[in-house]
């Protein structure tokens, strides 16, 4: 039996929730439009804003054999698909992490929605090994998608 060579290094998740926000409709739409069947800790950082205001950081970091299971359920199931293929080389730094925004507020709706503009977002990064990157970044969604 062949050993697979493991692509996908890690996935590490963050979102900041506000005192506004419902942080259990947040945390359930995380749990089902991105970890799906994974089942990983969601690390909760109380933190204060200038005003006193709560805020309230989600991290979420996955270094498993789920780390390509979530980087494939993202990747493939972005509602504008044809943009972060577009733009997969500006998301992508040297040391081959990729790096997603996608719209916080479209999230809980269900829908995975990139977003470049807004501060309201959840930031996704992704470690893809360097060697399997310079060979396939152009095609990186087409080959996630496919397997």
Known sequence: MEKRVDNIKFVEIETYVHATEDIDKIVQALRENILGEVKIPIILEVLWGTF?????????????????????KVLCNIDNIDKLKRTIRDRTDKAGNIYIRL??????????VLDDESDDIVRIKARVSRRFLKDNLDNLVDILCRE
């Open 52 to 72: 006193g205001n709560r805020i309230i950081r989600v991290k979420i970091f996955v270094e498993d054999n789920s780390s390509e299971k979530i980087l494939k």
């Open 103 to 112: 719209n916080k507020q479209e999230l809980i709706k269900g829908r995975l």
